[in-house]
Every structure is written in C-alpha cells, then in structure tokens.
C-alpha cells in the first residue's frame, strides 16, 4: 500500500470506530474467505448471569449457591463472577476454602470444611472421580439446549446440582453475520463451551460452522488448520483465552471492550465493541485497496 491510501484508511477508520494497528492488515483484509468468531464477549455480551438453580437429592438450593460460591469466589473467570454475584444477590455469602485448583477450559475445585466441591465440566467431574447420571446429564442438555451453559456443582463425591448461566448475544450479531454471509465469507464460531450451547447460539445468530470444546491453548490451531487447508483467515475476539489465535490469524481483530491483551494481539480494534464494525472494516479494505479501473 501507498503511504497516502494507509493514512486514507486509518483516517476512515477512525470516524468509523476502527483502529488500525497494522496497515498490512487492513490491506489483506479484502481478501479473507473465512471469518472466525468467538463465543464469549464477541458473539455474546461477555456478561453471564445464573438463570437456573437445580439441586438433587437432599441439597437445598442454597447449599448448593454457598458452595458453588465459596469456591468461585477464587476465580477470575466470567462464570465464576456470575456465580458468587448471583449469591450474593440472595444473599448468600461466599466461605473460606483450602487447596483452591483451576483447570483451564473444565472449572475449579477445593475444599470446604473437609469436603471436595467442583463446580465445571463433566471432564472436570470425571478427574475428581465423580459419576454423573443420566437424569443429570438429561437435564444439563435441556439448559444446552435453551443456550445456556451448564455448570456442574458436585459436594463430597457426588453430584449436587446444576447452575444454568446464560450469556445473551449482542443486538447487532445477527445482522453482522447475515451480511459477513451475503460478503460470501464462511462464518465459524469458536469456543469453549460445549457443543450443545455453541450450536444453540450459533443458531440464534446463524453461524455456519461451530468448534466447541476447544482449550484454551488449542484455539490458534483451529486457525491453523483452517489455513492449512487454504483459507485467508480474520479471527475476532475480545483476548480472553484467544490472543494467539488473534496473532495467528491474517488478519486479528480484537474487540475493544476486550483486555488489554487483546489489543495488544489485534492489527485491527473495534473501539465500541460492535461486529458490525467487521463490515465496515472490510468495506474500509476494498474502498482503500483496490485499484479504480
Ligand atoms: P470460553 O471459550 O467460552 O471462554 P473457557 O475455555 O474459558 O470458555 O471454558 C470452557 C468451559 O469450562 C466453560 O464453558 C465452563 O463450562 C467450564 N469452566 C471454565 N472455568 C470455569 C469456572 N471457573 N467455573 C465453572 N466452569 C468453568
Ligand atoms: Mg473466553
């Protein structure tokens, strides 16, 4: 690019809430065929919130949000704050707990008063040795299937309940996605969550493909291997757990509202937080790019 379309470009950019941090970016950015997403804080506002409580057996419901809580309340992760917000809402306050663990991408686990409480995955539940039954597992997937994920809470050995903790999406993904389509780009949602939520999500904003139960450390070779097998790549993503990926991709865009990480990872920042900015950015790639015949 010329140095005068770059300063065209950032100057456009800018009134339209694009920074750009790589020109070469911007450039490439015309050319990309695939676009992948991700869930939490890209797709979904990034705000979870409890919306089921369930206990089985003897466990009253606020046993369940104490223990959960207690042991959340040691976490950074966005579930995590949904969960001891949620108790403290009913004014449930967390307890103090030993030997505190965080299994990245499957959840947390400790000990209150000499008991083993884990609150994450059914992997999560599987590594501490906790069985999950059927009527269990047949109620986690009815909170899936309603776009919520579902967190298992398991007290001294044994399932104690669920907690269904829904992340709404952005007013304007739908919209985004439909035209990302009509710009003949495939659409692909990437994420952590399980496959039952991610689907169910992908469908409220029409999303092609979905990767889910991805880890963490994995996400950049999904990227990879979309490359691989010939796509020019745009990965969006607000730079909680998926930094890399945003590096590795043609073109990173990372959403403002994200970390600092995330900015630092993006050659492209959506300052407000909003995916239709993405159109905007590829509008910005071809009007500045390419040549006036
Ligand atoms: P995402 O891609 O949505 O950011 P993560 O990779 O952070 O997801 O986590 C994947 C899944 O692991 C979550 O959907 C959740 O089921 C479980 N998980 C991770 N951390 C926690 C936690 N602190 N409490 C409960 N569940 C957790
Ligand atoms: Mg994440």
Redesign the pocket.
Known sequence: ATPTALMVGSGLGAENGILIRKGEAIQRMKDVNAIVL???GTITKGKPTVTDVISFGETKDADLLKWAASV?NN?E?P??RAVVNYASEKDIKPAEVSGFE?I?????YAELDGKKVG???PSLMEKLGTKISSNVSSQKQQLEEKAK?A?LVSFDGEIAGLLGIADEVKEDSKQAIDELKKLGLKTIML????QKTARAIADQVGIDEVIAEV??DQKSNEVKRLQDSGEVVAMVGDG??DAPALTLADVGIAIGTGTDVAIESGDIVLVKGDLSAVIRSINLSKKTFTKIK
């Open positions: 991700d869930k939490t959340e976490s992760h579930l995590a965080s990245t991408g499957k959840g947390v609150v994450g995955t994920t967190v994420t952590g969550d399980n880890l963490p909680i757990n």
